[in-house]
Nanobody
Framework: QVQLVESGGGLVQAGGSLRLSCAAS????????MAWFRQGPGKERELVAS???????WHAGSVKGRFTISRDNAKNTIYLQMNSLKPEDTAVYFC????????WGQGTQVTVSS
């Protein structure tokens, strides 16, 4: 079992930055593909960014150049650096771990005011 706990969300003005963290426990995530999803008000959950076990990354077009996913296997943690935030980035952000099983965190709220 893998437990995931997100942190770092909050209220920020448009143009600001936040850094989300997802701390894993129960098992090493070094062999897991990890990802950040988000779900905005009235919207479906969408994939924002992913990072493979070999640290290859992918970012959605809507966040490319503004958000950066990274991982620190020694700390069993992944991050999402979010810069130049926009009101449309407002959402609950979820951490996801995927190997043979899939695990989710409880989410952290990010609110961007205009």
């Amino acid at each position: 079992q893998v437990q995931l706990v997100e942190s770092g969300g909050g209220l920020v003005q448009a143009g600001g930055s936040l850094r989300l963290s997802c701390a894993a426990s129960g098992r090493s995530i070094s062999g897991y593909a990890m990802a950040w999803f988000r779900q905005g008000p009235g919207k479906e959950r969408e994939l924002v960014a992913s990072i493979g076990s070999g640290s290859s990354t992918w970012h959605a077009g809507s966040v490319k150049g503004r958000f950066t996913i990274s991982r620190d296997n020694a700390k069993n943690t992944i991050y999402l650096q979010m810069n130049s935030l926009k009101p449309e980035d407002t959402a609950v952000y979820f951490c996801n771990a995927r190997a043979r099983d899939v695990y989710w965190g409880q989410g952290t709220q990010v609110t961007v005011s205009s």
